[in-house]
């Protein structure tokens, strides 16, 4: 069997009175696109945190590209390439001063000048390169960010939220980058809240929540494997009450629309459409949805994404 990218074993972090992760395990294989979702507070920071060496675990094991990243610290670091959440630094050096130095610090000579300059092309940086960094606007920032976590091509690149608050366009040059680089074999691992990226780009999924894996599979058996589909139902008048076994299967109602969960096995339309009838509710229209991963995230964790 290959050596996963990323190993986690039966991780425990505690931080004073707080148990951020308890017993999280789970592999990611080389060369796919892993997300690691949860809500706030679930432990996913902390989890990217200690794989990056900046926190250490209380318990467990975190190896990249076989490396123990307590043990392997150097090792592991040239695997790893974290895009980190937010703008940490303000630095007199240029962009392309900062590139150079930050891939010397990798043992990276004038081989790698080529990919620096890729590097400063792809993300629209070339106007910019002689630039001083705290001058740089925040967007700016965030590239040369995109660019120091890459510059040593690791074989793990982990994206930390990449997209919160990034516009449209910038967006669309890191998806472009980071398609590009697992095209080319290098794993991924994105944690996000917009679970609609995630859908679409990641192969498998963790869905961590109070410290502990909930779900993990590849996204597709995740939303497959959940046992509901949804009901949209038109009210006529808002204000009905509404008979129990309605009132059981309740999500929301919003203005007139009316979303009812329905176990695939358990539940019948018709039997709740006798429901209404008999309870003499009317409606003016009605649809049934399937679920994504946002409706299968919040039944696992109970919260809203975001
Ligand atoms: P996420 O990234 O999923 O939002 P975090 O890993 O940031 O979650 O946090 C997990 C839990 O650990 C939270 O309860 C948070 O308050 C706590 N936590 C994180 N970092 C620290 C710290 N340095 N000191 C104390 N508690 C922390």
Redesign the pocket.
Known sequence: MTMPAVFISDIYKK??N?Q?LSGVSFEIGQGSFFGLL?P????????INIMAGLTRASQGTIQVMGNDVSKDWRKTRFALGVVPQELVYDSFFTVHEMLKLQSGYFGLGASNRAWIDELIETLDLTDKSDEILYRLSGGMKRRVLIAQALVHKPQVVVLDEPTAGVDVELRRVLWDLTKRLHKEGHTILLTTHYLEEAEALCERIAI?DQGKVVALDSTKAIVEQFPYRFLCINLKDSSVKLPDVIQEKTVSLKGSELTLRLHRKEDRIADLLEAFYAANISFTDLRTYEPGLEEVFVALTGKKNG
């Not at 706030?40 to 989890?47: D, F, I, R, V």
């Open positions: 931080f004073l707080v951020a949860g706030n507070g679930a432990g996913k920071s902390t989890l961590l």
